[in-house]
């Protein structure tokens, strides 16, 4: 069998230039390119290597047997792709992205991870932040298989967004691609390979000891509850205000008077990242005095919306900053209690040590910290001695 083979080979010779160099004429029907070409050399000995190892690669060639529809399917692959060496890369990055996927496309990939996290997000305020931010994505890319969108497709896309909002957009995409990844739907978790996006210092807005006093004492009554619990006891607006019915809020229940103590529980706390997130915060004299005549057993301590909190403040004619009492209570806290440090006050309001340090350390004496907390029902307001524990 060998030997016939041998025999049917082509003797090839190679042929002197006029250039000086070997030239050896290829058949088309042995050409990569299927059509005759030469091939030149530098030595008679270089072409007559090539000319026995081409041969001997023919008769491998001729034992694997390609099929004429492979080889048409090999054309394909260098006409739409390239060379055939580029085959290990290009199987690479299928590997990668395509194989054993469940193909579906970014917008109907959107709307099922939307549906699913109703279940996720107890909180109706992060779920409609979450659906809104994941459902723009899915419009975004429309009819693209999600396993087509690369990291550069999702940078360009972030890209669009500035400072927080880019942040918070890819603050839910990341939850959104772990969950592709469990589907089965992406073979990598595109978002967990790019690094989170830099955003500005936010800078804390507090109000003066005047501008506190000034409220206290001219806002409508049913407001001050709010006022107090914010002021004082850096109470969160999301943990006093309801925004959904079914949202939980701090209750007249949860403010042990005797124990001088208010619990607020995981279901009104923010939710973190923290494995707990309830906390207790003291009752200080102040809280006692603006809080008490408005006590009851039981019930919400800000009975309305967050729509009538916004009515109720344009009543009253000190400029509104989001969660500014909380902000400021707890800036005049650690200026009040230098002794407690950091690490109490955080506990206090229910943040970590590290964003206590980061935007509320101001350089407040102590004397300004105590006459925040020295706000009195009085006419004559006497400034406490004491500290926010008092």
């Known amino acids: 069998m060998t030997q016939r083979v041998r025999q049917s080979s082509p003797r090839w010779l190679p042929s002197l230039h006029s250039s000086g160099k070997w030239r050896v004429t290829i058949p088309a029907k042995w050409s990569e390119t299927e059509k005759r070409r030469d091939k030149y050399f530098d030595s008679k000995a270089s072409a007559e290597r090539f000319i ?28 739409r792709v390239g060379p055939l060496a580029m085959m290990p890369e290009v199987v690479h990055f299928w590997k990668m992205s395509g194989e054993q996927l469940q193909s579906i496309l970014a917008i109907e ?67 959104f691609y772990k969950f592709a990844r469990r589907r089965r739907w992406v073979r990598t978790d595109v978002m967990g390979e790019m690094p989170i996006p830099k955003t500005p210092s936010p800078e804390r807005e507090i109000y003066t000891v005047e501008q506190f006093k000034n409220l206290l004492t001219t806002a409508p009554d049913e407001l001050v509850p709010f006022l107090a619990l914010s002021g004082f006891c850096f109470l969160r607006t ?45 009752i200080n004299e102040a809280l006692i005095r603006w809080l008490e005549p408005f006590k009851k057993n039981s019930g919400d301590c800000v009975p309305f919306s967050v729509s009538k909190l916004t009515e109720l403040w344009q009543s009253v004619k000190v400029p509104h900053i989001h969660n500014g009492l909380r902000h400021s209570a707890i800036s005049y806290a650690l200026a009040a209690n230098p002794e407690a440090g950091v690490q109490l006050v955080s506990q206090w309001a229910g943040s970590s040590e590290a964003t206590v340090l980061k935007h509320y350390r101001r350089l407040l004496k102590p004397e300004v910290g105590r006459a925040w907390f020295g706000i009195r029902r009085e006419s004559t307001q006497d400034v406490d001695k004491q500290t926010i524990l008092a």
């Open 52 to 79: 026995a190892e081409t041969i001997k690669e023919r008769e491998e060639f001729g034992k694997q047997a390609v099929s004429v529809e492979e080889r048409r399917w090999l054309g394909y692959w260098k006409e």
């Open 238 to 282: 999301a943990e006093l205000v309801r925004q959904f019915a079914s949202e939980q809020v701090l209750q007249w229940s949860d403010i042990h008077w005797n124990d001088r103590l208010i619990h607020v529980r995981p279901g009104v706390a923010k939710g973190t990242k923290r494995e707990s997130d309830e906390r207790f915060t003291p």
């Open 109 to 175: 990939a959107a709307k099922q991870y939307t549906e699913a996290a109703k279940e996720e997000y107890d909180n109706k305020r992060t779920l409609g932040d979450v659906v809104s931010r994941v459902r723009a994505f899915g419009l975004h890319f429309g009819p693209i298989p999600l396993h087509e969108i690369v990291a550069s497709d999702l940078e360009e896309y972030l890209g669009a967004f500035d400072g927080w909002t880019r942040w918070s957009h890819d603050k839910r995409l990341r939850p």
